[in-house]
């Protein structure tokens, strides 16, 4: 059994900063994976990668909208994801899920390849 579960969503000003955890559970051999990350989903739009890590390696990637403003981050000896997020702008406003997945090499680490993610941490922005 694996299972994610975020937090830290809330509501701030935009310029303001929020900090999101994710939690991963993993009772099982039976699944594993190399690649996690964060994307979000506004209502109404498509899912949207906003960074990833590649575990094996420590590269991270992000998409153009979070560079340079998101920083993702693992603990491992925690099981934690996390996902730093600063300048926050009204169009940041999401539904953010964490998820994981396996991958061949880094640069297939992406939202695309996760087989598993959690419930979602509402972010929302204000202008």
């Known amino acids: 059994l694996v299972q994610l579960v975020e937090s830290g969503g809330g509501s701030v000003e935009a310029g303001g900063s929020l900090t999101l955890s994710c939690a991963i559970t993993k009772n099982t051999q039976d699944y594993d994976y190399n690649c996690m990350g964060w994307f979000r989903q506004a209502p109404g739009e498509e899912r949207v990668g906003v960074a990833r890590?590649?575990?094996?390696?420590?590269?991270?990637f992000y998409d153009a909208s979070a560079k340079g403003r998101f920083i993702i981050s693992e603990e491992k000896a925690e099981n934690m994801l996390y996902l730093q997020m600063s300048s926050l702008k009204p169009e940041d406003t999401a539904m953010y899920y964490c998820g994981v997945g396996w991958v061949q090499s880094s640069y297939l680490c992406s939202s695309a390849y996760f087989t598993l993610w959690g419930q979602g941490t509402q972010v929302t922005v204000s202008s």
């Open positions: 890590l590649f575990s094996e390696g420590g590269q991270t």
